[in-house]
């Protein structure tokens, strides 16, 4: 990537990893990503703000070449696809120094092997002035891990949010051109990093509201010149209340499950309720995450292994435990052989969610005309409860 200018004296480095298909071994990447790097040169002073990944380590020492000086390197989070370059710069700048929070500080010691005498941690609004730019640091904690914050310059006024409002996504826009593109993006980004810290998150986000923001630059994705389309975006994702969607993640071995999801998805439309159906075998896991970013209610559909779930089902409903999405309502559906503890043995995965549990139907063998009506019942009860809550119905772009 070549170095791009955002504003005077203020570029955006880093690497863009078209290729890069999976996150942490676990998260999938459709779009790919990137790992965005920003270098502001004061008067006095000059600050990288975030380095790379390890793998394009190479790319951000290119690009830094002709710098011959560097004062700081800002570390905003320690996860290392941002700060794992920073022993490589740490080594072609002697006398630079890496600032962090506290618990950044003790971090990168920990998780980098960094000097601790070549940091410095920095309190909440502490300031560091480089001549014509101000770098203010806004602690922004659980963005997702505990030691993040951000970067503010009054001066240019943008804020380099890092992972907060990131996208996962490979794109030659420095700006967001692509709105829908860049919204589902960042919201599958929120659904799968950000979504078990809404309550956190709702505090960050006031904080940086306070502020005078022009742009937004995160170190994954498109920087946002609009920073109220992502900012409105987030409030919607973080509120608490769901909307009109039925979230059905499930697996089916002989087709009864298949046949029931399909008459559940039917019922649910038919009386005005939004559903997702997900085939877990083949599913993208991160569509299934996004879809929980708003479900009122999920619905498992399972086949009997033993006597318990299948085992797509620990995964699936482990993931939705993990996330902590707002969801109010939960049953399962499916079906078995001679006897089911399914119910029962889902129940104890999903601790987390603060949700009312509605009559399950299970049936033995095939699914019959009772199994029908016993779902045709459910469908009525998830259609009479979304009602009396008022969920609205999901609004994309809002
Ligand atoms: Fe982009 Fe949490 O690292």
């Known amino acids: 990537m070549v170095i791009?200018?955002?504003?005077?004296?203020i570029h955006l480095l880093g690497a863009v990893d078209w290729d890069r298909r999976l996150f942490d071994s676990l998260i999938p990447l459709p779009d790919g990503t990137s790992y965005n790097a920003y270098l502001i040169t004061g008067k006095?002073?000059?600050?990288?703000?975030?380095?790379?990944?390890?793998?394009?380590?190479?790319?951000l020492m290119e690009q830094l070449a002709d710098v011959k000086k560097l004062d700081f390197i800002i570390s905003h989070h320690t996860e290392q696809d941002h700060s794992g370059a920073i022993p490589v710069v740490l080594e072609k700048y002697p006398t630079a120094k890496v600032v962090a929070t506290p618990k950044g500080v003790a971090m990168l010691i920990d998780h980098l092997g960094i000097s601790p005498d070549r940091c410095i941690a920095v309190e909440?609004?502490?300031?560091?002035?480089?001549?014509?730019?101000t770098l203010r640091f806004v602690h922004t904690p659980w963005v997702h891990w505990p030691e993040t914050m951000c970067t503010y310059v009054p001066e240019s006024k943008i804020l380099f949010s890092c992972d907060f409002f990131g996208s996962h996504i490979a794109s030659t826009d420095m700006f967001v051109t692509d709105k829908p593109r860049v919204y589902e993006a960042a919201k599958r980004y929120f659904a799968e990093i950000?979504?078990?810290?809404?309550?956190?998150?709702?505090?960050?986000?006031?904080?940086?509201?306070?502020?005078?923001?022009?742009?937004?630059a995160p170190s994954h994705g498109c920087l946002y010149d609009e920073p109220e389309f992502i900012i409105d975006a987030y409030k919607d994702w973080?509120?608490?209340?769901?909307?009109?969607?039925?979230?059905?993640?499930?697996?089916?071995?002989?087709?009864?499950t298949r046949k029931m999801v399909g008459h559940l998805v039917g019922a649910l439309a038919a009386r005005n309720v939004t559903a997702q159906q997900f085939e877990l075998s083949g599913t993208d896991i991160g569509k299934l995450a996004i879809s929980l970013v708003d479900a009122a209610t999920i619905v498992i559909g399972t086949p009997t292994v033993h006597i318990g779930p299948h085992p797509a089902i620990f995964y699936a409903s482990f993931l939705a435990n993990a996330l902590r999405p707002k969801l109010r309502f939960a049953s399962v559906i499916?079906?078995?052989?001679?006897?089911?503890?399914?119910v029962e043995k889902i129940t104890e995965l999903i601790p987390n969610l603060k949700v009312e549990l509605l009559d399950p139907v299970l049936c033995k063998g095939l699914p019959c005309s009772d199994t029908m009506e016993r779902i045709?019942?459910?469908?009525?009860?998830?259609?009479?409860k979304h009602r009396e809550n008022g969920f609205k119905e999901i609004c994309g772009i809002c």
């Open 334 to 342: 499916g079906s078995y052989g001679w006897s089911s503890k399914a």
């Open 44 to 59: 006095e002073k000059n600050a990288l703000l975030d380095c790379v990944d390890p793998s394009m380590t190479d790319t």
């Open 238 to 256: 973080i509120s608490s209340e769901p909307k009109n969607l039925v979230v059905i993640p499930y697996i089916s071995m002989h087709g009864s």
């Open 376 to 384: 045709d019942a459910m469908a009525d009860s998830i259609a009479k």
């Open 124 to 133: 909440d609004n502490q300031e560091i002035a480089l001549g014509g730019q």
């Open 194 to 216: 950000m979504m078990p810290f809404r309550t956190i998150i709702a505090k960050n986000i006031a904080k940086i509201e306070a502020l005078d923001i022009e742009i937004i």
């Open 4 to 9: 791009r200018t955002i504003r005077e004296n």
